[in-house]
């Protein structure tokens, strides 16, 4: 089991920057690879970016690559979500979430946060 604490998000105008943290604890986030994802009102959850268990490997949904970079930090049990350059279409919720192995579907994660409100103004 492992529990998952989403901080960092706010009110931002566009153009500007937010970090996103996910604090894990119970068994160690290292032993699981992490997930970004968003979800708008009255939209499906998405993809947004993933980290391997090591860090060595990363992926991101092509509307935020270049402007957002997922890291972590194993001896914090924390990952992270820079995101840079906001667009008002960045607008969601986001959750980060632990799973075996990176996948792109929310559905293939174990564990979630309770989520973390961005709102990027025009």
């Known amino acids: 089991q492992v529990q998952l604490v989403e901080s960092g998000g706010g009110l931002v105008q566009a153009g500007g920057s937010l970090r996103l943290s996910c604090a894990a604890s119970g068994r160690t986030s290292s032993t699981y690879a992490m997930g970004w994802f968003r979800q708008a009102p009255e939209k499906e959850r998405e993809f947004v970016a993933a980290i391997a268990r090591s860090g060595d490997s990363t992926y991101y949904r092509n509307s935020v690559k270049g402007r957002f970079t997922i890291s972590r930090d194993n001896a914090k049990n924390t990952v992270y979500l820079q995101m840079n350059s906001l667009k008002p279409e960045d607008t969601a919720v986001y959750y980060c979430?632990?799973?075996?192995?990176?996948?792109?579907?929310?559905?293939?994660?174990?564990?979630w946060g309770q989520g973390t409100q961005v709102t990027v103004s025009s």
């Open positions: 979430a632990a799973g075996p192995l990176i996948r792109f579907g929310p559905n293939e994660y174990d564990y």
